[in-house]
Structures are given as C-alpha cells and as structure tokens.
C-alpha cells in the first residue's frame, strides 16, 4: 500500500489564481498598484471579469463609435462600498459593489487585455453611476519613462483628461434614454490614495482577510 504524496506549497499555483481575488493590489500600494487589465484602446467590445470564474467575458459591443482612450481594468482585492461611497459626491450613499476600477497609459501600444501590470496612481475621476460611487482611479505604467514625470493628474496634457471624462460620460448611454452617469470631478493623487484604501478595507469586510494566493 502506497501512501498519498505530501502537497507542497507550491502546488497550490498550479492553477491560476481568481484576477480579483487571488492577486493583491501590490506591496506598494496605493501609490503603485496591480491592476489587472479588461479592455484595450483597441477594443470595440467591452470585455469584463466573469466574478464567479475569474474568466474575462464579453459585456457587449460597445455601442458608441468611442474606444477607451487607456487600458481599462481594476485593482485586485478591492470592493466599492460603503467607505468608498463616503468619498464620492454629496448625496450618494452606495457604490457600485465592483472592483475599483483604474485607466491605465502607456506610451507603448498594450493590444492584449487579460494581463496584469503596475501602475502608478496619479489621480482619479469621480463618476456616479445610477446613484452610486463609480470612480476611476487613473494611472501610468510604472517605469514608463515617458510618464516618469508625471506625478499628478493637473500634469496630464488637458485633451487626454477631456478624453477620458468624455468617454466615461458617453459610454452607456442609449439614444432616447436619460444618461444615469454623471462627472462630479477630478481628484489628486493623494485622495486617489485614499479612495483606494477605502476600496481595500471595504474588501475585508465583505470578503474577509484570506491571504491571496499569488501576488504580483
């Protein structure tokens, strides 16, 4: 008679882990965090994290003639609740109940979603979304050294923020129909951070503090 073999720790990144939840945001963060990548300026269809699997899905086709002007993605173990929906605009008291969300630039041409990456957080876009706290955390691709300068969002160049506010305003919305997004601003890197810790500790407690089982 055999005995079963023992189960090294390593055994256990056999199999990928969940995008959300067994990847970390990063041991930098807030100020560098992992994100893992949805969609690309090149995507026509909208592309999101199948939540039960961790597979990326396809949403829709995109129904305006705009494609997302950065990569498009969220920042793993991070959950928008309560806490996040405190920083939001006044009179919203719930958010979205998703991953936070972060638009990535690279002076390089990215095609490929369904990757991670570390980005560097500038700033934020404040979006709400129905009522409830949809924010973007914008960022550049660390050791980008195109981007290496550029620390907060004010040093972005005034037509790629008026792209992104644009595009995030537009991109649901249906002819005939009222827009439920609305624009309530830009914010610095400082508070960027701190939308991002509110987003993490909203995680823990959903989800608890599993410790992931990958990190980036």
Same mark, same amino acid.
């Given at each position: 008679m055999t005995s079963s073999p023992s189960i090294s720790p390593i055994s256990f990144y056999r199999w990928r882990p969940h995008p959300w939840h067994g990847?970390?945001?990063?041991?930098?963060?807030p100020q560098v965090v992992t994100a893992y990548i949805?969609?690309?300026?090149? #995507?026509? *269809?909208?592309?999101?994290? =199948?939540?039960?699997?961790?597979?990326? %899905? $396809?949403?829709?086709?995109?129904?305006?003639a705009a494609t997302p002007p950065t990569l498009y993605g969220f920042i793993p173990r991070t959950y928008c609740g309560r806490r996040?929906?405190?920083?939001?605009?006044?009179?919203?008291?719930?958010a979205d109940g998703d991953p936070l969300d972060i638009c990535v630039m690279s002076e390089r041409a990215i095609t490929r979603s369904d990757i991670v990456?570390?980005?560097?957080?500038?700033?934020?876009?404040?979006?709400?979304?129905?009522?409830?706290?949809? #924010?973007? *955390?914008?960022?550049?691709? =660390?050791?980008?050294?195109?981007?290496? %300068? $550029?620390?907060?969002?004010?040093?972005?160049?005034?037509?790629?923020?008026?792209?992104?506010?644009?595009?995030?305003?537009?991109?649901?919305l249906v002819p005939g129909s009222p827009n439920k997004i609305s624009l309530a601003g830009s914010y610095s890197r400082e508070y960027a951070e701190r939308v991002i810790v509110a987003s993490q500790e909203d995680y823990i407690e959903v989800y608890g503090e599993t410790p992931p089982t990958l990190r980036f």
């Open positions: 990847l970390d945001a990063g041991p930098k963060a949805e969609i690309t300026p090149f #995507d026509t *269809i909208k592309y999101e994290i =199948d939540k039960a699997t961790g597979y990326l %899905r $396809v949403d829709r086709p995109q129904r305006g996040v929906a405190a920083l939001s605009a006044p009179g919203v008291e719930n990456l570390s980005a560097r957080v500038i700033g934020g876009i404040r979006m709400v979304d129905n009522n409830e706290a949809d #924010d973007k *955390i914008v960022a550049v691709l =660390d050791n980008d050294l195109v981007w290496d %300068r $550029v620390h907060e969002l004010n040093q972005l160049p005034p037509a790629l923020l008026e792209r992104l506010t644009h595009y995030f305003s537009t991109y649901k």
